[in-house]
């Protein structure tokens, strides 16, 4: 078991970790980007990576206040689903209403890692090849999907 801040910086030190995996990796559109805090450019979408003692996860979160347009963005994502899963390679599990950790009322789309540690040396590379190829695929689809989002603003 781990005291608080010893728990801390392991996490920051794996997020380091990954945050150096990618550092040379250029956005499709050829842009430097922060992958660990990628973001999106619209407002209340939110591409978030997650590790813990249990998992690992990628996520599309979106957590508009207003319900309505939640949806409308969900609704939108649906619209890609397939152009989004040829991208990634896979199929991700599709949540259309969830209640996040602070108690908000979100959409997700999002593909765990079961089985995994962060907390766990032997179990990093296994989550940055989960995660790194991921998050690079959600920017080509990004940067191809993005202009019918802020449309829809």
Known sequence: MYTKEEAAALKKEFWSKLRDE????RSADGKKVAWVNYKTGVRDIYFRMHADKKEAAISIDIAH????IQELFYEQFLEFKTYLHNILGEEWIWAPQIQNAYGQSISTIYKPL???NVFNKKDWNK???????RIVALDEFWCDAMDN????M
């Open 22 to 25: 990618l550092a040379g990796q």
């Open 65 to 68: 206040a207003d319900l309505g």
């Open 114 to 116: 079961a089985g995994v």
């Open 127 to 133: 989550i940055i090849k989960f995660l790194k190829p």
């Open 149 to 152: 989002f802020e449309a829809l």
